[in-house]
T-cell receptor
Framework: ETGVTQTPRHLVMGMTNKKSLKCEQH?????MYWYKQSAKKPLELMFV???????ENNSVPSRFSPECPNSSHLFLHLHTLQPEDSALYLC??????????????FGPGTRLTVL | KNEVEQSPQNLTAQEGEFITINCSYS?????LHWLQQHPGGGIVSLFM???GKKKHGRLIATINIQEKHSSLHITASHPRDSAVYIC???????????FGQGTRLTINP
């Protein structure tokens, strides 16, 4: 139990569906991250938020739309996804945004399958 | 070619064996992380280091900044150590971690 929760844990959606992934951290951290982990590929950073403000968008397609209403919650809104977007989506948080020089705490991930 | 390379990609050993996983990187870094990912998907941070050596229980991590190389050692390995071990680096001047592809470790009883 890392103090970071993600829902749902599994999601199957069609290419025309709209769904959202939710992340919540109970650690009082100020920075939150979305990562994508595809089969046989390293983890890829998608978005970074610091004090609710987006500080990094790693060239992510617009069919992925993040939202950070407060420092404890992070959402990833999904629409018109492609089968190649099927992956494990991981949320993480850290006390401060330190360019990777602070320990990040990961959630359990959402396994997404796009049909 | 990825900026972070791990070896081996897969490692199978018997319980009790001494395990070494290697990580090489090609860029200047400010910190290096070792992470553990269990089959369920969740990732746990094991170590963050920028020089020297750190030890936690049966796990030891070392880094050689000049050679751009780090190792993760597991002493007296146990089946519960079976997981994917991931090396990640914080690149100097950047605001993100870059990850290796992971090493899948299986410890047989």
């Amino acid at each position: 139990e890392t103090g970071v929760t993600q829902t749902p844990r599994h999601l199957v959606m069609g290419m025309t569906n709209k769904k959202s992934l939710k992340c919540e951290q109970h650690l009082g951290h100020n920075a939150m991250y979305w990562y994508k982990q595809s089969a046989k590929k390293p983890l890829e950073l998608m978005f970074v938020y610091n004090f609710k403000e987006q500080t990094e968008n790693n060239s992510v397609p617009s069919r992925f739309s993040p939202e950070c209403p407060n420092s404890s919650h992070l959402f990833l809104h999904l629409h018109t996804l492609q089968p190649e977007d099927s992956a494990l989506y991981l949320c993480a948080s850290s006390q401060v945004l330190a360019g990777g020089r602070d320990t990040q705490y990961f959630g359990p991930g959402t396994r997404l399958t796009v049909l | 070619k990825n900026e972070v390379e791990q070896s081996p990609q897969n490692l199978t050993a018997q319980e009790g064996e001494f395990i070494t996983i290697n990580c090489s990187y090609s860029v200047g870094i400010s910190a290096l992380h070792w992470l553990q990912q269990h089959p369920g998907g969740g990732i746990v941070s094991l170590f963050m280091l920028s020089s020297g050596k750190k030890k936690h229980g049966r796990l030891i991590a070392t880094i050689n900044i000049q050679e751009k190389h780090s190792s993760l050692h597991i002493t007296a390995s146990h089946p519960r150590d079976s997981a994917v071990y991931i090396c990640a680096v914080s690149i100097q001047g950047a605001q993100k971690l870059v990850f290796g592809q992971g090493t899948r470790l299986t410890i047989n009883p």
